[in-house]
């Protein structure tokens, strides 16, 4: 989607290795969110940020963790990545938490870790 | 423990007909409702949403409906078209901290020409 961007879109890697994943955003949205789509799950939230160095975990954050040193970027870190990390990846973007703004989401990243 | 779910993983429709996606959650407290499309190989894209102080909402074919004392929503699209075919998630947010949205596990809807 226009303004925002997610890099890399496919990533194949080797269990225990380290994986950074990238959101990029150009509309100076203050929130940014890091789901994870699995069949049968749905989408689940992994980690979020309300600001530049403010970040909080979600429902499944167990094996990521996030940082944000600028407001345009987003970056998620799997430290020792697992198979049960195999996942769609989205990165999400909101200009504030009232009610009448959703997120609008990133076109993903297919991570495949074997 | 699934706060938000989608039932029906999938559903088939005639072209021109309606369709109707159902979403159920558990979580009182839950006060605003989404509903988002997904392609293939994008990212979901926002369609609608409901306060939980209106029953109704409506924009264009999309008409959502909230039965809060069911702990129920539905999304209609009247008629159905060919290019509707997608997965719509269903999701729910909070009123307080940071507008979390729980999302549901979806349904794959497919609009038959």
């Known amino acids: 989607d226009a303004g925002i961007t997610q890099s890399p879109r496919h990533k194949v890697t080797e269990t225990g290795t380290p994986v950074t994943l990238r959101c990029h955003q150009t509309?100076?949205?203050?929130?940014m969110y890091w789901y994870r789509q699995d069949p049968g799950h749905g989408l689940r939230l992994i980690h979020y940020?309300?600001?530049?160095?403010?970040?909080d975990k979600g429902e499944v954050s167990d094996g990521y963790s996030v940082s944000r040193s600028k407001t345009e970027d987003f970056l998620l870190t799997l430290e020792s990545a697992t198979s049960s990390q195999t996942s769609v990846y989205f990165c999400?973007?909101?200009?504030?938490?009232?009610?009448?703004?959703?997120?609008?989401f990133g076109s993903g990243t297919r991570l495949t870790v074997v | 423990d699934q706060q938000v779910k989608q039932n029906s993983p999938s559903l088939s429709v005639q072209e021109g007909r309606i369709s109707i996606l159902n979403c159920d959650y558990t979580n009182s407290m839950f006060d605003y409702f989404l509903w988002y499309k997904k392609y293939p190989a994008e990212g979901p894209t926002f369609l609608i949403s409901?306060?939980?102080?209106?029953d109704k909402n409506e924009d264009g074919r999309f008409t959502v409906f909230l039965n809060k004392s069911a702990k129920h929503l539905s999304l209609h699209i009247v008629p159905s078209q060919p290019g509707d075919s997608a997965v719509y998630f269903c999701a729910a947010s909070l009123t307080s901290g940071t507008y979390k949205y729980i999302f549901g596990t979806g349904t794959r809807l497919k609009v038959l020409a």
């Open positions: 409901i306060s939980s102080i209106k």
């Open positions: 999400a973007i909101s200009e504030s938490p009232g009610y009448n703004y959703g997120y609008t």
């Open positions: 940020s309300y600001g530049v160095k403010d970040t």
């Open positions: 509309e100076n949205h203050r929130y």
